[in-house]
């Protein structure tokens, strides 16, 4: 790929055999409003290339589609492609965008717990379980894309991390790097669940009761606009208080106090979503094996695979229809009780369940949502806001009919979470959901599960 006016593009050119009068062709590519990001990053996703030509049906699919790949970027708050012609068949391409704000310092207030209707209802909305610190991100590192974040945070976890992201280390654009560093340490830990909900543990003297360092290394691999690979190379090193093992003595399978392993996955991403944040139309689809144990002194044992698969539909008078597969599956029928699964745990959850925890070694959930949208508008706040990056504040609003259902296979049979593992889970409800400043996603629900019990939910990310 040449970096300047004229790229080549990775994803093949459509055949035209129409006459030069029924095709468009493209001289020059012009942008303008990128300040600090190179040129470079914005033509790398763009299927148009000067010089070529097209026919006129797949010349304007291919400008709305440049467009949704700019755009997903996260780079811009908007992204307009304009043709400006120069003769009948002829034109020049103008790519205006509108930077966002990429160097955020911010403040770290969150909760511990897996949801908000978790600390809300199972965790008696108890503020110890608030996690606060500072976090710095520059999302556009030298205008090229790169991503780093640092964290230093206090309260129910303690935790420090450091990532750096490279998407591109070659002039193609095609491979990357990356490289992440997590350590935590927390008083208060979950150490296995009860009647299929969480049970934490803090002993007298308040130790420490688990610490846990994480690093690794990712190689990426993107060799069509729409198609990512993965190979990640980490090791973890986790060790808890004594006190963990008298309450669960299954917390780590060995009966040790310190578990370490080096593992490595590898996955496979195809994203062609309109917008990676709240998604309208496209597809998603993400594979990921994953192997615990490399060498015969890890601690750990086991293989995972996951799977994640999303479809959008527009439909017609702004309705829309989402409908997606999650999946997570281990070899093995004894996990770690750090590496357990099941619906609750990210992605895998079903709406009406979001207290619960159902562990098992297989899980499947099928989510669908039927959509229609509210309103969609911007506000002009400049005259409060001298920032030109936070001068426009967007929100959309969008309606939801909800039915999740799925099913978790526990191997062990544990009593103690029998009533809702091995069965068939479902849950249904209306929602609300608000997509505002920087794609931030705020869900408010009303569902009810398999077993009758109805809930209000608040969720901050969109369900798939």
């Keep these: 790929m040449v970096l300047a006016g ?26 303008v409003g990128n300040e600090k990001t190179k040129r470079s990053v914005i033509l790398r996703e763009m299927d148009i290339s000067g010089g070529d030509s097209y026919s006129w049906g797949d010349f304007t699919n291919l400008i709305n589609g440049d467009q949704i790949k700019i ?11 304009t043709p400006l012609f120069t003769a009948s068949n002829e034109v020049e391409l103008l790519v205006s965008v509108k930077e966002r704000w990429y160097v955020i310092p911010s403040i770290i207030f969150s909760l511990a717990d897996r949801n908000f209707s978790e600390w809300w209802i199972n965790q008696g909305r108890d503020f110890s379980r608030v996690n606060y610190g500072l976090k710095l991100s520059h999302n556009n590192v030298g205008g090229r894309n790169e991503k780093l974040r640092v964290a230093g945070q206090f309260g129910f976890t303690q935790a420090f ?6 998407p591109y280390i070659d002039k193609e654009q095609i491979h990357g790097l990356s490289a992440r560093f997590d350590y935590s ?34 190689y990426t691999y993107r060799g069509s606009f729409y198609n990512f690979h993965f190979l990640t190379l980490g090791f973890n090193n986790t060790s808890i208080h004594e006190d963990v093992l008298s309450a669960n003595p299954d917390y780590f399978p060995h009966g040790e106090k310190r578990m370490r392993y080096f593992y490595t996955e590898y996955s496979f991403k195809h994203d062609r979503r309109n917008n990676v944040a709240y998604a309208t139309d496209g597809e998603f689809l993400n594979i990921g ?50 590496l357990v ?17 159902i562990e098992g070694q297989q899980a499947i959930v099928h989510k669908n949502s039927f959509r229609y949208e509210l309103f969609n508008i911007a506000y002009d706040i400049s005259q409060f806001m001298p920032i030109e990056e936070f001068s426009h504040f ?37 929602g609300l959901d608000l997509v505002t400043f920087y794609d931030q996603v705020f869900r408010f629900e009303y569902s009810i599960n398999s077993l009758g019990t109805g809930n209000f939910f608040i969720n901050v990310r969109a369900p798939l």
Excluded: C
């Design 71 to 81: 755009y997903n970027l996260q780079l811009f708050t908007s992204v307009n492609i």
């Design 185 to 218: 340490a927390n008083k208060n830990i979950a150490v296995r669940s009860w009647d299929n909900r969480q049970v934490f543990y803090a002993n007298d003297h308040e130790n420490v009761l688990r610490n846990n360092l994480n690093a690794n290394f990712t």
């Design 6 to 31: 004229h790229h080549k593009s990775l994803a093949q050119k459509p055949h035209v055999a129409e006459s030069d009068s029924t095709k468009v062709t493209v001289n020059q590519i012009f942008v």
């Design 341 to 357: 699964r099941g619906i609750g745990y990210s992605p895998n959850f079903i709406r009406g369940f979001e207290v619960n925890v």
């Design 289 to 338: 094996l994953t192997r615990y144990g490399l060498f015969a002194h890890d601690d750990v044992n086991e293989t995972e695979l996951s799977l994640m698969a999303n479809r959008y539909f527009p439909l017609k008078n702004r309705f829309h229809w989402v409908t997606g597969v999650s999946a997570s599956a281990y070899l093995s029928p004894f996990q770690p009780y750090t």
């Design 161 to 166: 991390s450091l990532a750096y992201i490279k």
């Design 394 to 430: 967007p929100i959309r609003a969008y309606l939801s009919a909800n039915f999740d259902h799925g099913y978790v296979n526990d191997r062990n049979r544990l009593p103690e979470n029998a009533k809702l593992t091995n069965s068939y889970l479902y849950g249904y409800g209306l």
